[in-house]
């Protein structure tokens, strides 16, 4: 059966798959995604480890291709574009929060919020990166590289980064997967405000039941399927 399309949908995916060669075999990681991600809407997808969570959010960010199937992105269908188009795209319309937080270590907190903005030439860079570093409570941090920065605030540094050029989609891949349960709800406490003010659209892949009760809905990924949904 033919998927509705709902025009307020900033993401779609439709019968995606994705196959790996594994032992001579090829491995079924995903199998059959029909999803819809409305506009300012947040997502939250469980799923226990090897169900495919990591790799909806990569082919969701265009990081990775499907083996069948179609992916749309802001009304583009993103699997058949070229590198070259993929990757200004995302530049233009993802955020990406790393479990690994993944900043550049020769940059301060500062000069990574600032890079994705001054790849796209944007003028008023240096306003918006310390008024997101001050959203963050980094104000007083921004000179100090990420090896001078706890786990936590390295990753209030990726949020920022992430929400720098207004991306009309969020994807977060375990933000606190690698912070402790007081830093982690600090994280979450900020990237929901975050959200709020920047009226961004967030798909979140969580192993924590409270983070996804967050969410407006959640999907439950087993084997490379979606099992159910829930709505708040």
């Known amino acids: 059966?033919?998927?509705?399309?709902?025009?307020?949908?900033v993401l779609r995916l439709a019968g995606v798959a994705r196959q790996l060669p594994s032992g001579g075999r090829l491995l079924s990681i995903l199998d059959g995604i029909d999803l819809e991600v409305r506009r300012g809407e947040f997502v939250?997808?469980?799923?226990?480890?090897?169900?495919?969570k990591s790799t909806l959010l990569?082919?969701?960010a265009g990081l990775d291709r499907p083996s069948a199937g179609e992916v749309w992105l802001g009304g583009e269908r993103i699997d058949?574009?070229?590198?070259?188009?993929?990757?200004l795209l995302r530049r233009h319309t993802v955020g990406f929060v790393f479990q690994s937080f993944q900043l550049l270590a020769n940059l301060t907190a500062r000069?990574?919020?600032?890079?994705?903005?001054?790849?796209?030439?944007?003028?008023d860079?240096?306003?918006?990166?310390?008024?997101?570093?001050?959203?963050v409570g980094l104000?007083?941090?921004g000179h100090h590289y990420p090896s001078q920065l706890s786990g936590g605030e390295q990753q209030r540094v990726a949020l920022a980064r992430a929400f720098a050029p207004r991306p009309k989609l969020l994807l977060a891949d375990e933000p606190t997967g690698n912070l402790d349960g007081a830093t982690g709800r600090r994280v979450l406490e900020v990237l929901a405000a975050l959200r709020a003010e920047e009226a961004a659209t967030l798909v979140?892949?969580?192993?924590?039941?409270a983070v996804a009760a967050l969410a407006d809905r959640r999907i439950h990924l087993v084997d490379g399927r979606i099992a159910h949904e829930e709505a708040a």
Do not use: C, I, K
């Open 139 to 141: 104000a007083e941090r």
């Open 80 to 87: 058949r574009l070229s590198e070259d188009r993929l990757a």
């Open 111 to 123: 000069e990574n919020v600032l890079l994705p903005m001054e790849l796209l030439g944007w003028s």
């Open 125 to 135: 860079a240096p306003r918006r990166a310390d008024e997101l570093l001050a959203a």
């Open 58 to 60: 990569a082919l969701m």
């Open 204 to 209: 979140l892949v969580t192993h924590d039941p």
């Open 44 to 52: 939250a997808v469980l799923g226990p480890s090897g169900s495919g």
């Open 1 to 9: 059966m033919a998927m509705q399309t709902n025009h307020d949908a």
